[in-house]
């Protein structure tokens, strides 16, 4: 059937900058003339036009807990009411709007990230959940992060299997360990250096921390494997003894810093990620986990996109790609009692 032009009209979309006006091209058939479609132009927000801006908004909207005026205020200038209902679903189309666009991106930089950094968190009113993140060592990347009710090690294996990693830096906690352990010896475990010597200090009387400090920096300083070696067994374990037992558990975890030098010795990266990821939420009870995956979803993706500091995004630093334009927060005007997010 061969199509053909039409003509054009007009058509008025409400939108939350006010009334729009807008082209519509007619597409019909050559031979009956019988209208087919009509095709919107690229100006245009296609399909549900503004939609996806509102149920994008409404979506971090729910996760900030904002006042019900404000979104009160979105109804009044969309021109009709939007109950519970419908914002909960937008919400949660939102997180798996999210979920997808993470999807494909960590598609396209799987095989380049080698070294991640992993971290958990408490979320919730009284601590009740439990959260792990992993963000790439050298650009703060974030990759991909998860919420359960209660630790597991299971959470944290199923993030860290979905990739070709080399070295993952991480604290002490068991259950970070036991999904490395599962694994296998494909994945290298580095123990975070900040953790270890915190741990190592305060097993040791407060006016030798100094000294003990100063000779840990030493170590660590060390050119290669077999003077730190020769220096860890032969002068630092017969001068402290006891302090340095959370060293010698830890050891086969540390070598890495000698034979990868480029090696970050902390997790800081997953550290200050996480605080810069849940610096509203923290304190805050999340009702419920597959609200609170929906909210992490969109969260993780605007993390990645965000300029730090008027500088490049996450996403830009490490895939040298442009960061694809944010599909979850629409140019509006101000509203009232309205937060500084959406100004």
């Known amino acids: 059937m061969k199509v053909e032009c039409g003509g054009y009209r007009k058509r008025k979309l409400r939108t939350l900058n006010g009334i729009e006006e807008t082209r519509l091209k007619r597409l019909r058939c050559a031979g009956c003339k019988r209208q087919i479609r009509v095709e919107y132009t690229p100006e245009c927000q296609r399909y549900r036009w503004y939609s996806r801006l509102v149920q994008g908004l409404f979506a971090i ?85 998860d919420l359960a009710e209660e630790r597991g090690f299971e959470r944290v294996r199923d993030l860290l299997s979905d990739g070709l990693l080399d070295y993952v830096v991480s604290d002490g906690a068991p259950e970070i360990a036991e999904a490395l352990h599962w694994l296998g010896s494909k994945v290298q475990q580095v123990r975070c250096w900040f953790h270890l010597s915190r741990d190592i200090l305060g097993k040791t009387p407060r006016d030798q921390r100094n000294r003990l ?11 290669t494997l077999g003077e730190a070696e020769a220096y860890f067994w032969q002068v630092l374990l017969p001068r402290w003894k006891g302090c340095l037992e959370p ?66 995004s996450a996403w830009q630093r490490f895939s040298n790609q442009s960061s694809p334009k944010c599909w979850f927060l629409p140019i509006i005007t101000p509203l009232r009692y309205s937060t500084e997010f959406f100004r």
Do not use: F
Request: hydrophobic share 40%.
């Open 61 to 145: 909207l729910d996760s900030y807990r904002v006042t019900e005026a404000v979104k009160a205020d979105i109804a009044a200038l969309l021109g009709y009411p939007i109950v519970l209902a419908t914002r909960l679903d937008w919400a949660q189309s939102g997180g798996d709007r999210g979920q997808t666009l993470l999807k494909a991106e960590n598609a396209q930089i799987k095989g380049l990230i080698r070294t991640v950094c992993v971290d958990d968190w408490v979320y919730g009113r009284d601590s009740r959940g439990q959260g792990y993140g992993v963000w790439e060592a050298q650009s703060g990347c974030p990759v991909s992060a």
């Open 247 to 312: 060293l010698m558990r830890a050891w086969n975890q540390v070598r890495s810093y000698w034979l990868e030098p480029r090696l970050p010795k902390t997790n800081n990266t997953a550290e200050v990620g996480n605080g810069r990821l849940w610096r509203r939420q923290k304190r805050r009870n999340i009702r419920s986990i597959p609200r609170a995956k929906d909210w992490l979803q969109i969260a993780l993706y605007r993390t990645r996109h965000r300029p730090i500091q008027h500088s490049l």
């Open 213 to 223: 400090q100063l000779e840990l920096q030493v170590l660590l300083e060390m050119k």
